[in-house]
């Protein structure tokens, strides 16, 4: 196979890649706190020909699938009424423990677990300012969870949620739909958080538009899968005429 027919086979494979991330956005678009990755292009240059021995020689472009963005938009905060549900005006995250260690969400659907403890919808355990699983007993009936982040009942402070920052958002690994590893960074502790009760952040994905371009996508790779095949068809022609020449 010559340059033309590498060059348009690395734009399909960069074009499958687009759709696979359309699709996991899609497929995330009523997840609580997602946040929607685009991906991150570039021209990757290769020498034709050996410029020190071919006359002639020119340098052709690939496209090259470098990595993806996580876009940081935040999602729209509905009311859904359950006192456990918690939204963050505002960066941050909640952290939550699992078995790999901690973790941070902004998905902040949480539930009582069987233990009394808060839990997100991994059954992970919600943690506080101090580190720790947040408890609350049988006695609190009616939860309040203020704008700072503290947790009262009727009974009094429970405790308080902590929520954390980072220098750089983009350097997180996505671990599933929800969570996030700090992935080396230091989690930094919000001074002045700001919290919803009774809410849910949604995903910050647009499903109208991210269809549209996953149909514009469609045609773009539908129009490079016709190119390759017209290519291998003049491949073979000239294979051809070469052999009856012979």
């Not at 690395?10 to 497929?27: D, E, F, K, V």
């Not at 969570?179 to 949604?202: D, H, S, T």
């Amino acid at each position: 196979m010559d340059s033309p027919g590498y060059i348009i086979l690395s734009r399909m494979s960069a074009q499958l890649r687009t759709q696979s991330l359309a699709a996991q956005n899609l497929a995330n678009a009523d997840t609580p706190g997602y946040r929607a990755s685009r991906p991150i292009f570039a021209e990757h240059p290769a020498l034709q020909r050996d410029t020190a021995r071919i006359p002639g020689a020119r340098e052709v472009n690939y496209p090259w699938d470098r990595a993806s963005w996580r876009d940081e938009k935040a999602g729209p905060i509905t009311r859904t009424g359950n006192p456990l549900d918690v939204a963050i005006s505002g960066p941050g995250y909640f952290a939550v423990e699992t078995p790999r260690g901690e973790r941070f969400t902004r998905a902040g659907r949480f539930t009582i677990g069987a233990d009394g403890r808060l839990v997100d919808q991994g059954g992970n355990p919600v943690l506080n300012t101090a580190g720790n699983p947040i408890a609350i007993s049988p006695g609190d009936s009616r939860i309040e969870i203020r704008g700072d982040g503290s947790i009262h009942s009727e009974n009094g402070e429970i405790g308080r949620l902590r929520l954390v920052r980072f220098a750089n958002d983009q350097t997180l690994l996505s671990e599933g739909d929800r969570l996030f590893n700090a992935n080396g960074q230091q989690a930094e502790p919000i001074e002045r958080p700001a919290v919803v009760q009774g809410a849910v952040e949604g995903s910050n994905v647009q499903s109208v538009i991210e269809l549209t371009r996953m149909m514009a996508e469609l045609r773009e790779f539908q129009l490079a899968s016709q190119f390759a095949e017209r290519e291998g068809e003049r491949l073979q022609s000239s294979v051809e005429r070469i052999l009856r020449k012979r």
